[in-house]
C-alpha cells in the first residue's frame, strides 16, 4: 500500500527564516510524486511534479528535491504570504491514477 | 474556463437526504477525479474519469456515493441518503489526461454539512 508521511504536521519560522519539510513515502514504483500548496477554504494548488532521484524544481522562494525514499522542500527567506499548507502527494507507477497524499505541513511565517 | 469550477460551494444538508455535486473541469482536460477532505484527515480519493468512463471507483465509500460524466466535461456525484459521517470537503480535480505523467488541477471544493 502506498504511504506519505509529512514532517512536521506544523511550523512557525520567522520572516527570512529559512527552512524545510519533509515527504517520505513508499511505493510499489514511483511515476511522480506533487506538491501541492493549499490555502484555508480552497483547493489545493499545484506547484511542483518531480519525477526520478536527484531532480530539483524551483519557483520563487521554493525549491523541491527528491531522493529514493524522500522529498523535501525547501523555502528560503520565507514571507508571510508563503503561510499555507504544504501537501505531498505520489503517484504509482502502476495503472492506478490516484494521488496518495500526505497529512500536510501548516506552514506559519511571521512579519 | 480558466480553472476547475466546483458547485454549489457550500452544502447544508439533512441526514438521509440525498445531495448533488457539480465539477466542471479544465477546458481541453479529458481526465477527472474526485477527492474527499475530512477535518484533520488527508485528501482522499473516490473515483477518476478518463473521457466518461471510470476505470477505478475503488475509493467510494459505500454504495449510497455514485459519480458520473456526461460529454467528456461536467461531472455529478451522487450522495444518497446522507450521513453525518459524509460530511467532508468534495474536491475535484481534472488532468490533461490519466496517462499519469500530468498535474492534477484542483477546484476550490463543495463543503457538504449533514445535520
Known amino acids: 500500500e502506498d504511504q506519505v508521511t509529512q514532517s512536521p504536521e506544523a511550523l512557525r519560522l520567522q520572516e527570512g527564516e529559512s527552512s524545510s519539510l519533509n515527504c517520505s513515502y513508499t511505493v510499489s514504483g514511483l511515476r511522480g510524486l506533487f506538491w501541492y500548496r493549499q490555502d484555508p477554504g480552497k483547493g489545493p494548488e499545484f506547484l511542483f511534479t518531480?519525477?526520478?532521484a536527484g531532480e530539483e524544481k524551483e519557483k520563487e522562494r521554493l525549491k523541491a528535491t527528491l531522493t529514493k525514499k524522500e522529498s523535501f522542500l525547501h523555502i528560503t527567506a520565507p514571507k508571510p504570504e508563503d503561510s499555507a499548507t504544504y501537501l505531498c502527494a505520489v503517484q504509482a507507477d502502476t495503472g492506478r491514477r490516484a494521488l496518495t497524499f500526505g497529512s500536510g505541513t501548516r506552514l506559519q511565517v511571521q512579519p | 474556463g480558466a480553472g476547475v469550477s466546483q458547485s454549489p460551494s457550500n452544502k447544508v444538508t439533512e441526514k438521509g437526504k440525498d445531495v448533488e455535486l457539480r465539477c466542471d473541469p479544465i477546458?481541453?482536460?479529458?481526465?477527472l477525479y474526485w477527492y474527499r477532505q475530512s477535518l484533520g484527515q488527508g485528501l482522499e480519493f473516490l473515483i477518476y474519469?478518463?473521457?466518461?468512463?471510470?476505470?477505478?471507483k475503488s475509493g467510494l465509500p459505500s454504495d449510497r456515493f455514485s459519480a458520473e460524466r456526461t460529454g467528456g466535461s461536467v461531472s455529478t456525484l451522487t450522495i444518497q441518503r446522507t450521513q453525518q459521517e459524509d460530511s467532508a470537503v468534495y474536491l475535484c480535480?481534472?488532468?490533461?489526461?490519466?496517462?499519469?505523467?500530468?498535474?492534477?488541477?484542483f477546484g476550490p471544493g463543495t463543503r457538504l454539512t449533514v445535520l
Open positions: 518531480l519525477y526520478s
Open positions: 480535480a481534472s488532468s490533461l489526461d490519466a496517462s499519469g505523467y500530468n498535474e492534477q488541477f
Open positions: 477546458s481541453g482536460h479529458t481526465a
Open positions: 474519469f478518463q473521457g466518461n468512463s471510470a476505470p477505478d
